[in-house]
């Protein structure tokens, strides 16, 4: 029961391009950023996208963020083995007066 | 570069207490809030709270209200969560993070403090 609704799954093959969803409402997408976390397995999350649609130094540009209204997608190009990970959405939220997390998609690679 | 060190793994008694910690390096620790996030096993991740060490200021979702304690001391850059009586449900990987603004979720991570409460 996340404040923010993702898909549970997702898979692709090698090279293809894979979408991930997340739905919130207008106290906490609708209002700030989107931030997307990569989190591979045993180790912590990790910074992928930040402010929508911005990439830190050093993730590839396979990774790209859109956002509209109190949606946003993470879109991932060039699939290769090594993105099979949980992918998680984030953002503030003003009811909560904190940080809601969508439940987390597992992306797997075929 | 900006780092967050976790304490180590730690095994308790259903009863016991605990306070796990979160050492800032390479910033000025006070100037951004600090935030906790449990992820129960192969479960996802929740936001527990956050300290603005600035000035201690804390606020706790409402699922961990009241279960949990989150303090820091700004002179060793270092936060904490702590438990006065720990139970089995309390098992999971807990991870402080850095927010990289206020009213942000853009996080920079430490590297987890798993807890395990077994009888």
């Known amino acids: 029961q996340s404040v923010l609704t993702q898909p549970p799954s997702a898979s692709g093959t090698p090279g293809q391009r894979v979408t991930i969803s997340c739905s919130g409402s207008?106290?906490?997408?609708?209002?700030?950023?989107v931030n997307w976390y990569q989190q591979l397995p045993g180790t912590a999350p990790k910074l992928l996208i930040y402010?929508?649609?911005q990439r830190p130094s050093g993730v590839p540009d396979r990774f790209s963020g859109s956002k509209s209204g109190t949606s946003a997608s993470l879109a991932i190009s060039g699939l290769q083995s090594e993105d099979e990970a949980d992918y998680y959405c984030?953002?503030?939220?003003?009811?909560?007066?904190?940080?809601?997390f969508g439940g987390g998609t597992k992306l797997t690679v075929l | 570069e900006v780092q967050l060190v976790q304490s180590g793994a730690e095994v308790k008694k259903p009863g016991e207490s605990l306070r796990i910690s979160c050492k800032g390096s390479g910033y000025s620790f006070s100037s951004y809030w600090i935030s906790w996030v449990r992820q129960m096993p192969g479960k996802g991740l929740e936001w527990m709270g956050r300290i603005d060490p600035s000035d201690s200021y804390t606020n706790y979702s409402p699922s961990f209200q009241g279960h949990v304690t989150i303090s820091a001391d700004r002179s060793i850059s270092t936060a904490y969560l702590q438990w006065s009586s720990l139970k089995a449900s309390d098992t999971a990987m807990y991870y402080c993070?850095?927010?990289?603004?206020?009213?942000?979720?853009?996080?920079?991570w430490g590297q987890g403090t798993l807890v395990t409460v077994s009888s």
């Open positions: 993070a850095r927010h990289e603004g206020r009213y942000t979720s853009g996080l920079t």
């Open positions: 207008s106290s906490n997408i609708g209002s700030h950023t």
């Open positions: 984030a953002a503030w939220d003003d009811s909560l007066n904190g940080v809601v």
């Open positions: 402010s929508n649609n």
